[in-house]
Every structure is written in structure tokens, then in C-alpha cells.
């Protein structure tokens, strides 16, 4: 496959926004350094709309920005019941789950283990969700690297090593503010830049968004009735939301990078409008990640076509690497280095 030049404009777009996200972290450094609550916490000063943001940001990663759009592109919505389960818990996590943790006032999901059932517990807890997130940082950089190298000129091995260690720099610099600062610009950054593609996909198709409905109508890309049927033939939607809703539980009542941002705000009311935010996120953002990916695929069965052998992982960052403007293509590239929020929580 004919690989894509990244360009100078769009290498001066990732030179700012690196450089922004370090400038935050040295922002906050100061602040930062005044107590361990502070640096953890960020003494409960955050308001809730950023918070909101941040546990937004901080649940996704490049992959869903790579793999959602894929998968309305190769099939159709129905996993998008996954994508929204988040809002049929948030009730459930205000009235029993942030009360208590509120309460413990605690900076890590793992000293109540201590409480209730001693050190030993906290420390096997602390080990597997270290274990667990190693893991997990190494495939958040990895498969964004091998897709957008793939489909263009760029070094693996520098891209990767640079977003590693800058993320880790302004993670550290910064303490627990810098991060939810920066995971607020990421999530801004995700929605606008979903939307900008699908407008500029849209205006690049002949008829519009009248051809997209039609194909997505046509080719059975949205959800059919067969959707809502408990069997094989295809994605139940009913069994794809129960599920999401007890991976949301864990995510949401255990996982220390959701956890700590309950103390972030400092009053339950706060805290329950940020998580009332990053519900409404949800509900936004699902339907503009499949929405690309129905875009996608009448963008490609009408105006383009895929090189043959093409890993369809990489039908994003292909798309816009070769349709979008410099500088702007630079900048929609910024979902594949969201990082920031996984080395954080590993200290």
C-alpha cells in the first residue's frame, strides 16, 4: 500500500499540541507540589464540567477512536448499546457508590481494601490493576502506532517513544490537575474532531447526507430488527447493553482512574454533575463515532477507493491523512496519543 506523508503543517499541529499539554503540566506543577492531597486530588478544587470531561476521556482511548468508526463501518450501530449502558448506572453510582467513597475520603480504590480486610488485600488489589494497566498502556500505544504508520511515513518507534514519554512528563509535572486539564482538551478534542470529519466526509460525497442515509438504509448499516433478537444471526442489542453495564461497573466502582475523580470536586453534588456530564458525553459522542464510520463507507463505495489489502483499523487515520487539510489533519491526529491519564494512575 502506497504509504501517506505526514507533512510538515501537520508535524508543527502535534509540535503545539504537545507542547501545550507539557505547558499545562508545568501550569500546575507548582500547586501541585504544595501536599500529597493536592498532587492526588487536587484538593477538591476541579468543577464538575471538567470533571465530567475527564472521566469522559479518561474511559476512552485511541482505540475507540480507531475501532468504533471500524466497526459501523464493517457492520452497523448496534454495539452502540455498549457505548451508552454508562447512562442506565449513573443512578446507581449516586445514590450507593460515590456516597461511600465520598465519605472515605479516600485517593485510591484500594484503601478500602486496607480497612475492610487489611494490607495484604490492597497490596494484591494495587498489584493486578498495575498488572492490568502495563498492559493496557502498551496496547493504547501500540495499535495506534502500527495503524497510522501503516498508512503513512512516520517512524514507528519515534512516534511511539514520543508519545510515552512526553505523556509521562506532563503527567508527572502537573499531578492529578494537569491530568484532568488535559483530559478535558482531549475530550474536546475527540468530539470536535469526530464532528469535523463527518462534516467534511459529508461535503465530499455527491447527494450529501442524503446518500449516506440512503446507503446506510440500503446496506443495513444502522440497526435492524433483527438487532433486538436473542440469537446468533446477529449482535443482540439487549445482551450487548446488560454486559456493558456490569464492565461499567467494575470501571465505575473499582478502577482507580475513574475512582480518584470522585474526590476531585469537592461536594457530592459536584461529583454527581460530573458524572451526570460524562453521561451526556456518552450520549453525544456514540452516535458521532458510528456516524463516521457509516460516513466511511459512502465515502469509499462512491468517492474513493481503498487500496487493496487494506487493514480496515486504519480506515480513520487513513481518511484523514489523505482527505483532510494540513494542519487541521495534524491536529485530528491528536485522539491516537491520548495517554496522559494512564501513567498518572500507576504511581
Known sequence: MKEVGFGTLNWVAVIIYL??????????????????????????????????????????????????????????????????????????????????????????????????????????????????????????????????????????????SLVGLLCILYTFLGGFEGVVWSDFIQGVILLGGALVIIILGVMNIKGGFGTVFADAIEHKKLISADNWKLNTAAAAIPIIFLGNIFNNLYQYTASQDVVQRYQASDSLKETNKSLWTNGILALISAPLFYGMGTMLYSFYAHEAVLPKGFNTSSVVPYFILTEMPPFVAGLLMQPFSQLHSLPFHLV
Open 19 to 160: 507542547l501545550a499539554m507539557l505547558l499545562i503540566g508545568v501550569y500546575f506543577t507548582k500547586r501541585a507540589s504544595q501536599s500529597t492531597n493536592s498532587f492526588f486530588t487536587a484538593s477538591g478544587r476541579l468543577p464538575s464540567w471538567v470533571v465530567g470531561f475527564s472521566i469522559y476521556a479518561t474511559t476512552l482511548s485511541a482505540i475507540t477512536f480507531m475501532s468504533t468508526p471500524e466497526k459501523a463501518f464493517l457492520t452497523d450501530w448496534s454495539y452502540i448499546a455498549g457505548n451508552i449502558a454508562i447512562v442506565a448506572i449513573i443512578p446507581l453510582l449516586i445514590y450507593f457508590y460515590v456516597p461511600f467513597f465520598k465519605k472515605l475520603k479516600v485517593t485510591s480504590a484500594y484503601e478500602y481494601l486496607e480497612a475492610r480486610f487489611g494490607p495484604s488485600i490492597r497490596v494484591i488489589g494495587s498489584l493486578l490493576f498495575v498488572v492490568y494497566h502495563l498492559g493496557r498502556v502498551a496496547i493504547v500505544i501500540y495499535l495506534p502506532t502500527l495503524a497510522i504508520t501503516s498508512v503513512s511515513d512516520m517512524n514507528p518507534y519515534i512516534v511511539a
